[in-house]
Structure formats: C-alpha cells, structure tokens
C-alpha cells in the first residue's frame, strides 16, 4: 500500500506533562482518516509536528515519500492545512488574503476557489474579522483546497459548525478526494460523522496509537455484550472492557479478534446478547478504559 504520510517513531514531549509516541502512523493514499482520541491525546501534536510547527526528539515523518523538514517547501506546496487555530483577521477582506495565497501555490485554481466560495456563502468582500467562527473555519477550508492540495490536513475542521456547514464540508472533501490521488488526514471529536465520512481510523490515547484500521473493520471487531456470571464477577482484560456489573449481571465491550475462547470457557458467563457498536460507543470504552474503569 502507498502512504501518503508515513509516521515512523515519532516522539515529543512537552515536558514531564505529556509525551508523543513512539508513534508509528500510516495514511494511505487516496483515503480519508480519521485521527481520534480524547482531549489531551496528541492530535494536534501530531498533525503540528507534520505542518513543521515544532520539531519531534525522535523518528520521522515522511510525506509522499519526502522527510518532511528536509524538503520543507515541497511538502508544503503539498498540503492544505485547516485548523481553528489560523487567524487571517490581519488581511482585511477575504479577496487581499486570497490575492496573496495564490502567489504561493502554482495550482492554484481561481475558478474553483469561486465556486467553493459560493457553495460556503461567503464573498470575496466580506470583511474577515466579521465573520462568525463557523465563516472563519470555511474561509480556511477554501484557501486550503483551493490549490488543489494532494494532503489535506484537518485538525477539528467542523468544530462550531452547524449541522448543514458540516456536511457542506464533508461533502467538499469528498469531492475533493473523488481523485484517488487526493488523501485527507482529519482530526475531530465529530464521531458519527468520521464514522460515516472516513475510510481509515486511527485512535490515539496518552500519546499511543491503540487502533489503526479500515473503519468499518475497526467498529465490527467490538461488539456490545451483556452476560450472566455464574461464580465472581470478571474483572477488565484485555479484549474484554467490562463496562457495568449489576448482581450477576455483567455488560462489556468485546473485541471478536482478541483469543478469549478459553477464557470464556472458564470464566462462568453465559452470554445473553451481542449488539454492534457505533465508532462512539467505542470510543467511550476505549477512554474509559485508560481511567482504569474497565
Ligand atoms: N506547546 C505546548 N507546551 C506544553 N504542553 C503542550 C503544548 N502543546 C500541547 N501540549 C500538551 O500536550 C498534550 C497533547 O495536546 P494536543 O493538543 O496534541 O492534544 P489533542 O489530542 O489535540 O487534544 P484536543 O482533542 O483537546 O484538541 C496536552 O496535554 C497539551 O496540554
């Protein structure tokens, strides 16, 4: 398979606070993936460290096969980057900012960046610092597709977005990936929809990455189960999160993948019910297991 980002033992710290890694990451190209994890995880750490904003202690980032500090201007002509944290309050009006964008990026595509304006609601008048959170957000989603960017890097593109902005946005990006050589990396706490719009997922907790897969193979490997327990309630294992005990009465999250057959066999539960889990559900047994809740 080609990756468009390939994450190789990626390691930072800030401090004794937080730290990155040993990460290993692999985007493939033409794909949508969803980078998740709880607040604090180290998205943003990592999509920063990709975009050249701080510099890692340990491994590498390659981006279409390019490290991405040695070849920093290429890889950058390569990537549209979107994240809440852009401020181009200082240009004034949207059209001075897209005047000296397009300079940058010899893809760039006038008549596209029209259409995308026009599809998003916004003027090439309209007064940047005016415009609500939302506008600012999908003002930054043009300048970055509007080079026709072969990466783009999302980190929470739809936060403060209404429900219809949302799926403007989804649907742009989709069209925008249409072209198989086109690859979006996009972080969000937006969980329903990375499950219905991403391709790839990859859930990373305390700087670790637990899960990386196709995303529908990752939700269909957990399933929702309630048993009865004969003898003394089980504790948390791996594969098997325990997420409620009542009596006998033992409800869990289990992975189908983990070899638990002759645990089960011993374990004195019966097993009254299995439900699918939505990527949600999974995600909040996924958190709460790192708490030790499991
Ligand atoms: N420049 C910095 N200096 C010190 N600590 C930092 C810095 N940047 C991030 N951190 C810390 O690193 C950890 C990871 O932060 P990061 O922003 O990567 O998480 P995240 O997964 O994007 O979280 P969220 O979902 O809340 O946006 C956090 O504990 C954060 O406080």
Not at 237 to 264: C, M, Y
Request: glycine residues 10%; charged residues 25%; hydrophobic residues 35%.
């Amino acid at each position: 398979m080609e990756y468009s980002i390939d994450i190789q033992g990626l390691e930072k710290s800030f401090g004794s606070k937080f730290k990155l890694g040993p990460l290993d990451l692999h985007v493939p190209t033409g794909s949508i993936y969803g980078l998740i994890g709880p607040n604090g995880a180290g998205k943003t750490t990592t999509i920063d460290l990709c975009m050249n904003m701080g510099k890692e202690e340990a491994g590498a980032i390659y981006i279409f096969g390019k490290h991405h500090r040695n070849e920093v201007v290429a890889v950058k002509q390569e990537i549209g980057y979107v994240s809440p944290d852009l401020n181009f309050d200082a240009w004034g009006k949207i059209h001075r900012l897209l005047r000296y964008y397009r300079k940058f990026y010899p893809e760039w595509d006038d008549a596209y960046c029209s259409e995308l304006l026009g599809k998003l609601e916004l003027k090439p008048s309209d007064r940047i610092k005016t415009l609500s959170f939302g506008g600012k957000i999908k003002l930054g989603l043009v300048v970055a597709l509007s080079h026709r960017p072969k990466l783009l890097l999302l980190d929470e593109p739809t936060i403060g977005l209404d429900a219809v902005s949302k799926q403007q946005i989804f649907g742009e990006l989709l069209a925008a990936v249409s072209d198989s050589d086109r690859t979006v990396l996009i972080s969000s706490h937006g969980l329903s929809d990375l499950e219905r719009f991403t391709d790839q997922i990859g859930f990373i907790r305390d700087g670790q990455l637990l899960l990386e897969g196709a995303t529908d193979e990752v939700v269909q490997r957990y399933c929702l189960c309630d048993y009865t327990a004969s003898g003394t309630l089980p504790q948390g294992r791996p594969g098997f999160i325990v997420q409620h005990t009542e009596g006998d009465r033992v409800r869990a999250v289990v992975d189908k993948s983990a070899d638990l057959d002759a645990w089960f066999a011993s374990s004195g539960l019966t097993q009254i019910s299995s439900a699918p889990m939505t990527l949600e559900d999974l995600f909040v047994a996924l958190a709460k297991e790192e708490n030790g809740d499991g």
